[in-house]
């Protein structure tokens, strides 16, 4: 697309040049990457070579840059069109590529097998979606294969049942909800997934529908245009169990804890209650707030691809600003709601050696405590 027409469709003209999307942009301040810059050349330059700009790989897709503009601009939806036109010459790094083809073929970015989708149950019994259910439990792919956040996936099952809700999955014909590859600048592959996906789960009838990440609830919720389903992360559900008096919590879990907003949970979707409402009827918790919280909050640096980007400065990661900002609290647990953000500050914590100072978990991990043994 040349640079007029794609100044035109982004609307940047309306851009007054104010900086402050570079200004709060958490990625501008240790790299080269400067959106003003970039929506500049945009206005007053025939064409931007992109292929000089490596930095765009740089980007998180927080939209600090959206949330800051007194001019309703779209700044960070520049760079995701700016890597759609290196994404259809080929020119991405070789893990951006590895990733895109593991979704095209597998369904996920890791490119696991899709017969593995499902190996989070640990061989308990689920339900298919697809014979009907009140509730669409999306599980999504980090949930499914890593590890790390199965535990997750197990516990928000778990709350589900004690709840008695009728629920469930699409199990290995689940497929990756394509959030990411569209931040990537993919998007015919994000056209196909939503196409596919949202079909399938057209066809389960659920009225509501449930996700693990707030990337995938982020892009079921606007840009599926799912009418007649409510997408909802699982924070909202289970704060409404809680307040509904159907899931019961009862076991003390006496820590300190402090919590991180997830930027696509936060900043894009306004969900900053029932994270902190879930922490609190948690008994013996004693929450505690960072400095940057709610739209405040430090991007953890996972986001719009760059779990598969290694980025241009290693050495400043803001997941190791932030695990040094939840230490100084005196927290114990530094408590998340997204599995990009689980993985990126749990790593931060040990690369900073603050592994007997704080422990990363997700707000199901001590949800499932206070449930005490199942």
């Not at 696991?112 to 339900?127: F, I, N, P």
């Not at 009418?227 to 307040?243: C, F, K, N, R």
């Not at 902190?276 to 918790?285: M, Y």
């Amino acid at each position: 697309m040349k640079t007029q027409a794609m100044t035109e469709q982004l609307e940047l003209y309306g851009c007054i040049q104010c900086g402050k999307c570079t200004g709060g942009c958490p990625v501008a301040r240790k790299t080269t990457l400067n959106i003003r810059s970039l929506i500049y050349y945009m206005l007053v330059e025939p064409e931007l070579k992109v292929d000089a700009h490596e930095e765009l790989w740089d980007c998180t897709s927080c939209f600090t840059c959206v949330e800051r503009c007194p001019k309703d601009v779209r700044p960070a939806e520049l760079i995701i069109a700016l890597r759609g036109q290196l994404v259809e010459g080929g020119r991405i790094p070789e893990t951006i590529g590895a990733a895109l083809m593991g979704t095209f073929r597998q369904g996920n970015p890791a490119g696991m097998a899709r017969e593995d989708r499902s190996a989070w149950t640990d061989s308990r019994e689920v339900k298919a979606a697809q014979d009907g259910c009140d509730l669409l439990y999306y599980i999504g792919c980090t949930p499914s294969y890593d590890i790390r956040a199965q535990p997750i996936t197990r516990a928000l099952a778990r709350a589900f049942t004690v709840a008695g809700l009728d629920f469930g999955t699409l199990g290995i014909e689940e497929s990756c909800c394509g959030n990411e590859i569209r931040r990537m600048g993919e998007e015919g592959l994000f056209e196909m997934l939503v196409e596919e996906n949202g079909e399938m789960i057209r066809a389960v009838g659920a009225s509501r529908m449930v996700t693990v990440s707030p990337h995938c609830f982020n892009t079921f919720k606007n840009e599926y245009g799912l009418d007649g389903i409510d997408v909802l992360h699982y924070t909202q559900l289970v704060a409404a169990l809680i307040e509904q008096g159907k899931l019961e919590l009862a076991n003390e879990v006496n820590k300190r804890v402090t919590y991180h907003d997830p930027c696509f949970l936060g900043k894009q979707n306004r969900v900053y209650d029932e994270p902190r409402a879930i922490l609190q009827a948690i008994p013996g918790v004693e929450l505690i707030e960072m400095d940057r919280n709610r739209e405040r909050s430090l991007c953890c640096e996972g986001g719009g691809g760059r779990m598969w980007a290694e980025g241009t400065n290693l050495e400043e990661r803001l997941a190791f600003q932030r695990v040094q900002e939840a230490a100084d609290t005196g927290a114990e647990i530094l408590a998340v709601a997204c599995p990009f953000c689980l993985l990126t500050l749990e790593d931060a914590v040990k690369v900073r050696g603050l592994e007997e100072q704080l422990r990363v978990m997700d707000i199901m991990e001590l949800v499932n405590l206070s449930l005490g043994e199942e």
